[in-house]
């Protein structure tokens, strides 16, 4: 599905990132394996992917940071050839109530996963361009379509992820170039193993599936866009929450 395509996918050396490099690279794609600080998890994806008879390389970028984008880009389509993919998967929280969040707090999370996602969209848009074609995948969250207490920065960062999503395929839908967001529900990695049990058994409670989602259920999700299958879908975001957001 995905053969002779060049995938760079953020944050991909645990949880969603890493499903979604593996997936990509299960259906053919070379990948890009981007990590901030999990240098030893993200070279393990690219082994992994190596043994799948994938071309791979693990780069270190913090997303949010303009000049590593750049380099990032760059040292992908050096290895790879090209990015026909992007999947914008980078991304933190900084929970807590609005009264009582700080700036610091704010400021981190609209940095890495609002900003963050735009910077390498806009490399990406200019590389697809000259290409004319292209596959960009963000990764949103249900909590930016229906919102979350305590989570007012990551909330605003995932709606904002949703706006630059069709915004960003208006502009380049004449090009064979689609941009779609996927919205996952309540997924079961790192970033929600820390939750309280109290909180966890609130939101089970919320999915009509009655479980967590897995980092797979993403990934399937996200390389089904990344496919020619997708081709005439742009500008949507899908949710992939077991029912949550019904
Ligand atoms: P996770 O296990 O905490 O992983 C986060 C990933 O983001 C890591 O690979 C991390 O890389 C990377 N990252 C963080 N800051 C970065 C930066 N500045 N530059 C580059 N990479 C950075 O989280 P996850 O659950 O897999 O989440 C993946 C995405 O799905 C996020 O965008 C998240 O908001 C979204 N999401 C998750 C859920 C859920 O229930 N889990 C639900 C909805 C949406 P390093 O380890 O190398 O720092």
Do not use: W
């Not at 709606?159 to 960003?168: D, E, F, N």
């Not at 919205?183 to 089970?204: N, S």
């Not at 980092?215 to 081709?231: G, Q």
């Amino acid at each position: 599905m995905l053969e002779g395509k060049a995938a760079l996918v953020t944050g991909a050396g645990r949880g969603i990132g890493r499903a979604i490099a593996l997936t990509l690279a299960r259906y053919g794609a070379d990948v890009a394996v981007n990590y901030s600080g999990s240098r030893e998890q993200a070279e393990k994806t690219v082994e992994e992917i190596r043994e799948m008879g994938r071309n791979a390389v693990a780069i270190q970028a913090d997303v949010s940071k303009a000049d590593d984008c750049e380099r990032m880009f760059q040292e992908a389509a050096q290895q790879l050839g090209s990015v026909d993919i992007l999947v914008n998967n980078a991304g933190i929280t900084r929970d807590n109530l609005a009264v009582r969040m700080s700036e610091e707090e704010f400021d981190q999370v609209i940095q890495t996963n609002l900003k963050g996602s735009f910077l390498c969209m806009r490399l990406a848009g200019k590389r697809m361009m000259k290409k004319r074609y292209g596959r960009i995948v963000n990764i949103s969250s249900i909590t930016g379509v229906h919102g979350n207490a305590g989570q007012i920065n990551y909330c605003a960062a995932k709606a904002g992820v949703i706006g630059m999503t069709k915004s960003l395929a208006k502009e380049l839908a004449g090009r064979s170039i689609t941009v779609n967001a996927v919205a996952p529900g309540y997924i079961d990695t790192e970033m929600t193993a820390v939750l309280p049990q109290k909180v966890k058994d609130a939101i089970l409670a919320q999915i009509p599936q009655k479980r967590m989602g897995t980092p797979e259920d993403v990934a399937e999700t996200v390389a089904f866009l990344a496919s020619d299958k997708a081709s005439y879908i742009t500008g949507q975001t899908i949710l992939v929450d077991g029912g949550m957001g019904i």
